[in-house]
């Protein structure tokens, strides 16, 4: 006998052939195939609930949305005009910077979430439950990877709006959504890490802007880095979100951009690689 939690949120049962099932789990290859079944089940049913939290609260997604809608402004129209060393128009120019700024400023909300969890206890009620402990983050991370993909969406319709324009082709446009998006769900990790790292929701909002705003504004997401001092060029070139804007940008405007989107994707696999044991090891030892 079974259970598992299904995508409404209750809990299923399935009876099986007791020597099956045993055959089953002391293969080690049917181990795994039914330890990641089951794990991917408890992931999506996380993210659904974790989703309808927007639904209730249709307000969360609004202000996600204000923030970098008000950047966009705020940029094109105050600074744009004292911007110098753009061979083309800055709202072209800028838009690819504002989009990975939205993806890594909404990333860090995966953070807040699951500290907020932890603080609340519920975490404690999903460690009782026979489910993946890996769906919890994995969770986390996918609705906010979903939630991501929506204000990216919004972003492009507003930059349409006050003159952005893709220069280079319908594919190239559905690729600058998806380097966007998967850049930001890497970045979830890093935060994953901060939050379960956390003591309280506080912290880890804090925690999560400490790293996050030195490596969107010491970019290339605003200004060109040749405008930078010496000092700064080096760490802004070496930047992940340099790299990923350069990306964007190759993309939306036209140029080579293979080395651009091989970096960017490298920089994706290895910030995964690297946080994402770390936070589920974090998540597992945490009291």
């Given at each position: 006998?079974?259970?598992?939690?299904?995508?409404?949120?209750?809990?299923?049962?399935?009876?099986?052939?007791?020597?099956?099932?045993?055959?089953?789990?002391?293969?080690?290859?049917?181990?795994?195939?039914?330890?990641?079944?089951?794990?991917?089940?408890?992931?999506?049913?996380?993210?659904?609930?974790?989703?309808l939290?927007?639904?209730?609260?249709?307000?969360?997604?609004?202000?996600?949305?204000?923030?970098?809608?008000?950047?966009?402004?705020?940029?094109?129209?105050?600074?744009?005009?004292?911007?110098?060393?753009?061979?083309?128009?800055?709202v072209?120019?800028?838009?690819?910077?504002?989009?990975?700024?939205?993806?890594?400023?909404?990333?860090?909300?995966?953070?807040?979430?699951?500290?907020?969890?932890?603080?609340?206890?519920?975490?404690?009620?999903?460690?009782?439950?026979?489910?993946s402990?890996?769906?919890?983050?994995?969770?986390?991370?996918?609705?906010?990877?979903?939630?991501?993909?929506?204000?990216?969406?919004?972003?492009?319709?507003?930059?349409?709006?006050?003159?952005?324009?893709?220069?280079?082709?319908?594919?190239?446009?559905?690729?600058?959504?998806?380097?966007?998006?998967?850049?930001g769900?890497s970045?979830?990790?890093?935060?994953?890490?901060?939050?379960?790292?956390?003591?309280?929701?506080?912290?880890?909002?804090?925690?999560?802007?400490?790293?996050?705003?030195?490596?969107?504004?010491?970019?290339?997401?605003?200004?060109?880095?040749?405008t930078?001092?010496g000092?700064?060029?080096?760490?802004?070139?070496?930047?992940?979100?340099?790299?990923s804007?350069?990306?964007?940008?190759?993309?939306?405007?036209?140029?080579?951009?293979?080395?651009?989107?091989?970096y960017?994707?490298?920089?994706?696999?290895?910030?995964?690689?690297?946080?994402?044991?770390?936070?589920?090891?974090?998540?597992?030892?945490?009291?």
């Amino acid at each position: 006998m079974r259970f598992w939690l299904s995508l409404d949120m209750e809990w299923q049962m399935q009876i099986v052939d007791p020597n099956q099932d045993v055959q089953e789990f002391n293969d080690p290859q049917g181990s795994f195939g039914v330890k990641f079944r089951f794990a991917v089940l408890d992931t999506l049913v996380l993210a659904k609930r974790n989703l309808l939290r927007y639904v209730r609260l249709p307000g969360l997604l609004v202000f996600s949305t204000i923030q970098p809608v008000i950047f966009l402004l705020l940029f094109t129209y105050v600074f744009g005009g004292a911007v110098r060393g753009v061979h083309t128009k800055y709202v072209d120019f800028l838009v690819p910077g504002i989009l990975i700024q939205t993806v890594a400023f909404g990333s860090t909300q995966t953070g807040v979430g699951l500290a907020e969890d932890l603080q609340s206890g519920i975490i404690d009620r999903f460690r009782s439950l026979p489910m993946s402990r890996s769906a919890v983050l994995a969770g986390r991370t996918l609705a906010d990877t979903l939630r991501n993909l929506i204000v990216v969406l919004i972003m492009v319709v507003s930059g349409y709006i006050i003159g952005f324009r893709f220069q280079n082709g319908l594919g190239n446009a559905l690729l600058v959504v998806l380097v966007a998006v998967l850049f930001g769900f890497s970045l979830s990790w890093i935060s994953a890490f901060t939050g379960v790292s956390s003591k309280n929701t506080e912290t880890a909002n804090v925690a999560g802007f400490v790293w996050i705003f030195p490596l969107t504004f010491a970019s290339a997401a605003f200004v060109p880095v040749s405008t930078m001092p010496g000092w700064l060029q080096v760490f802004a070139k070496a930047n992940p979100i340099t790299n990923s804007v350069d990306a964007l940008r190759a993309l939306t405007l036209g140029g080579p951009v293979n080395h651009y989107l091989l970096y960017s994707f490298a920089w994706m696999i290895g910030i995964v690689v690297v946080f994402a044991p770390l936070a589920i090891s974090r998540y597992k030892s945490r009291s």
